[in-house]
């Protein structure tokens, strides 16, 4: 029981952290949602609501790194990759009622730094899921420099897209970026690989 109790916490204050940020978020609120007792929640995490958010926050980064590894990596060409990401966002933003986003934006937009170890997880997320696009480019050729821009624009597209699908309630334009994007990873994917011949016939 004490496990269910620990996992509901965390199950709530995810769902309320990605609806509401960190600060929208209150005690009173992950203790309704959940059902806990309030004595629980210092049982379970000593910490109080930071110790809470920081452990879902962690867990939230992680699952959506574990995945788009995995998305990266079942394709060996990266232009196959971004366009099945895209769709997985449109896909969830649809399966939620466009209710919820990316886990880590309303943290980083209820600027956390009161609490370091939150602040640094969302650093580090934005790090890690840059840098697992930016390696998928290289591994197809593209020279790094123009793979680093690749992957920052895949990221701040997706960040900014899913905004936007939230506010109209419309996935659409996911798919009219993804277009522009795919055929821009295509395109750089050919100019490397050209590169790379040319390279090796000197």
């Not at 290289?138 to 936007?164: F, K, N, T």
Request: charged share 25%; net charge negative.
């Amino acid at each position: 029981m004490a496990t269910d109790t620990r996992t509901r916490m965390i199950e709530a204050t995810a769902l309320l952290i990605r609806q509401r940020g960190y600060h929208g978020t209150s005690l009173n609120d992950i203790l309704s949602a959940s059902g806990a007792p309030r004595g629980s929640l210092y049982f379970h995490f000593p910490g109080g609501k930071d110790q809470l958010v920081v452990e879902v926050t962690r867990d939230s980064v992680a699952k959506v790194t574990e995945r788009l590894g995995a998305d990266l990596a079942a394709e060996s060409d990266p232009a196959v990759a971004v366009r099945h990401i895209y769709r997985s966002v449109e896909q969830m933003l649809e399966e939620n009622q466009f209710s919820l986003g990316c886990p880590v934006a309303p943290v980083v937009l209820d600027a956390p730094n009161d609490v370091p170890d939150l602040a640094e997880i969302c650093r580090a997320a934005f790090e890690q899921w840059i840098g697992l696009l930016r390696l998928a480019f290289v591994r197809a050729g593209v020279p790094e420099h123009r793979a680093q821009a690749l992957a920052l624009l895949v990221e701040s597209s997706l960040e900014g897209l899913m905004v936007i699908a939230r506010a109209t309630r419309d996935r659409s334009a996911l798919a009219v970026v993804a277009d522009e994007v795919v055929a821009l990873v295509e395109a750089a994917v050919r100019s490397g690989r050209v590169a790379q011949r040319a390279d090796a016939a000197v």
